[in-house]
T-cell receptor, first 113, second 112 residues
């Protein structure tokens, strides 16, 4: 079945550091890929998405590129802020979005001033 | 995008009892899903709530334990039946035109 593997945290960085959170996937078809974020005390929010190979999703300074050859969707940000501290989940949806999401375990990101 | 109201936000229940969680969306949506997030774990899909028909359950989840209703395009309920401490989790609903919809704020369930 489908699965998502992402680096486990916590990941601790200083403000303005470069961020990479790795995510790889296994899927039977051609999935859509997502990053969700959960800020402290808040619900899960869609951060960005990509629906086909080589697509780049971007939002709030975060980017991720759908790499079919390496089955990866790594999340990057050039300069993180304290306000980026949150739990980040990589997820995929197979069957053209008709199925529910398969999530990775989540990465807790802590940004120190 | 749609806004979801999920309630209760938390509850503490005795083993053997049942709890029904409600998910109300402020607009009609095609798809609604129910997830479980066990302590320290990721989100796991329980089922797809189908409007006017029986829910579609994922492997490891059965209707007798997690009955789901979806009477219309804006509302769904999940019941956790005959609860045990292993059911202590956060339960979340999601809604949208595809699976990548918005999420409710979750129901934190503790079973004693």
């Amino acid at each position: 079945g489908d699965s998502v593997t992402q680096m486990e945290g916590p990941v601790t960085l200083s403000e303005e550091a470069f961020l990479t959170i790795n995510c790889t996937y296994t899927a039977t078809g051609y999935p859509s890929l997502f990053w969700y974020v959960q800020y402290p005390g808040e619900g899960l929010q869609l951060l960005l998405k990509a629906t086909k190979a080589d697509d780049k999703g971007s939002n709030k300074g975060f980017e991720a590129t759908y790499r079919k050859e390496t089955t990866s969707f790594h999340l990057e940000k050039g300069s993180v802020q304290v306000s980026d501290s949150a739990v980040y989940f990589c997820a995929l949806s197979d069957q053209g979005g008709a199925d529910g999401l398969t999530f990775g375990k989540g990465t807790h990101l802590i940004i120190q001033p | 995008s749609a806004v979801i109201s999920q309630k209760p936000s938390r509850d503490i229940c005795q083993r053997g009892t049942s709890l029904t969680i409600q998910c109300q969306v402020d607009s009609q949506v095609t798809m609604m899903f129910w997830y479980r997030q066990q302590p320290g774990q990721s989100l796991t899909l329980i089922a797809t709530a189908n409007q006017g028909s029986e829910a579609t359950y994922e492997s490891g989840f059965v209707i007798d334990k997690f009955p789901i209703s979806r009477p219309n395009l804006t509302f769904s309920t999940l019941t956790v039946s005959n609860m045990s401490p292993e059911d202590s989790s956060i339960y979340l609903c999601s809604a949208g035109e595809t699976s990548a919809g918005v999420f409710g704020s979750g129901t934190q369930l503790s079973v004693l």
